[in-house]
């Protein structure tokens, strides 16, 4: 059985001294739990010191980004080998703010994730489609360009991945897709899995939801039968909220 798999993504938010202390606090009140898988992804100027406060725990930690190239004349980016270094567990790739921002492509994704495995992290590759890909029903041709394009001559069945769903038009909004959208989406990821892989390993392979996930809207998401976690912004930053959600993935994976 898929364990739930739940990730916060501070994006660029949180000084220093602001971010170590929520981890302390989501420290002590996420210790306990070992049957969900935590991740916090917190800006890279504060990933040393995180490691090294969950050390001894569960709780892993994630970047939010690394580089394309293994290393070089490439200012102000940050490696997967130097990830490697400070005991990073995971690294997101491929996030709709790095698409649409930074207009990064599945290209680049594609040597990222290849980068990542060769530096021992483990990838949340993200995926989503825009709200008029959504209208103009290309949901599925986008999604299916992003796992092959991004996936190409990836072997996983020796690597591991997490896939987020992200729907671009739920990413800070507000506006969460209804669990129908949202099943229909992962069964499809699963599905295209599938097909470019194997059904064996398309069943192992978590999938995350994220957009808009709050303490109010996780249960109905977290209970779907593809829907294997959550990948969140906003409520990440909030300790009460984040515990609740992953309280609340805990008490659906044991009943
Ligand atoms: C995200 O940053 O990946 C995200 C899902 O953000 P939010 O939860 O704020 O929508």
């Not at 991740?39 to 040393?48: A, E, G, M, Q, Y």
């Not at 990440?236 to 309280?247: E, G, H, R, V, Y």
């Amino acid at each position: 059985m898929r364990k739930q798999i739940i990730a916060g993504n501070w994006k660029m938010n949180t000084t220093y001294k602001e971010g170590l202390e929520l981890l302390h606090t989501l420290k002590s009140n996420l210790e306990p739990i070992t049957e969900t898988e935590i991740v916090i992804c917190p800006p890279f100027t504060h990933l040393d010191a995180a490691k090294n406060i969950v050390n001894n725990t569960e709780i892993k930690i994630g970047a939010q980004n690394c580089y394309e190239e293994e290393s070089g004349a490439y200012t102000g980016e940050i490696s997967c080998k130097m990830l490697q270094s400070i005991h990073c567990d995971y690294v997101i790739i491929g996030h709709s703010e790095r698409r649409t921002y930074l207009r990064e492509t599945n290209a680049q994704f594609n040597k990222k994730i290849k980068l990542a495995y060769a530096h021992n992290l483990i990838p949340i590759y993200c995926i989503g489609e825009t709200l008029s890909e959504r209208e103009t029903n290309q949901t599925y041709t986008v999604l299916e360009t992003q796992l092959r394009e991004g996936l190409s001559e990836i072997a996983l069945e020796t690597n591991p991945i997490v896939i987020a769903y992200e729907p671009v038009w739920a990413i800070g909004t507000g506006k969460v897709a209804t669990p129908d959208q949202a099943q229909d989406a992962h069964q499809f990821i699963r599905n295209t899995l599938k097909t470019l892989y194997s059904e064996a390993i398309a069943q192992t392979i978590q999938i995350q939801y994220g957009g808009s996930v709050k303490p109010e809207n996780s249960t109905s998401l977290l209970n779907l039968p593809d829907i294997d976690g959550a990948l969140i912004g906003g409520a990440s930053l909030d300790p009460l909220a984040f515990t609740t959600i992953i309280k609340e993935a805990l008490t659906l994976q044991r009943s």
